[in-house]
């Protein structure tokens, strides 16, 4: 079992950064992947970055590339996504999740735990 804890989301101006972590429990965090979703209201969980416990490797979503960045550290069995150039339309619960399956990194069904997730608010 893993469970997962995001934090350092709120509000910030348009053009600013944040920085989301999101804390894991559990000895085996280096052996998952992790990724990181966002979820409007009415609008269905959308991809926007991972990073495998191979390599790693990182993916992203097309609206994200080049502003995001994410990353891990296994030692704090913590994952974090840098947010930069942030825009009104990132705003969004970004939600945390781990999954052992390697592959389909933007399938929400792949992801096997899921943190509550944390409000980011761009304003414009």
């Known amino acids: 079992q893993v469970q997962l804890v995001e934090s350092g989301g709120g509000l910030v101006q348009a053009g600013g950064s944040l920085r989301l972590s999101c804390a894991a429990s559990g000895r085996i965090f280096s052996r998952y992947d992790m990724g990181w979703f966002r979820q409007v209201p009415g609008k269905a969980r959308e991809f926007v970055a991972a990073?495998?416990?191979?390599?790693?490797?990182?993916y992203y979503g097309d609206s994200v590339k080049g502003r995001f960045t994410i990353s891990r550290d296994n030692a704090k069995n913590t994952v974090y996504l840098q947010m930069n150039s942030l825009k009104p339309e990132d705003t969004a619960v970004y939600y945390c999740?781990?999954?052992?399956?390697?592959?389909?990194?933007?399938?929400?069904?792949?992801?096997?735990?899921w943190g509550q997730g944390t409000q980011v608010t761009v304003s414009s």
């Open positions: 999740a781990a999954k052992v399956q390697a592959g389909e990194w933007s399938a929400t069904w792949r992801y096997d735990y």
């Open positions: 990073i495998s416990w191979r390599g790693p490797y990182r």
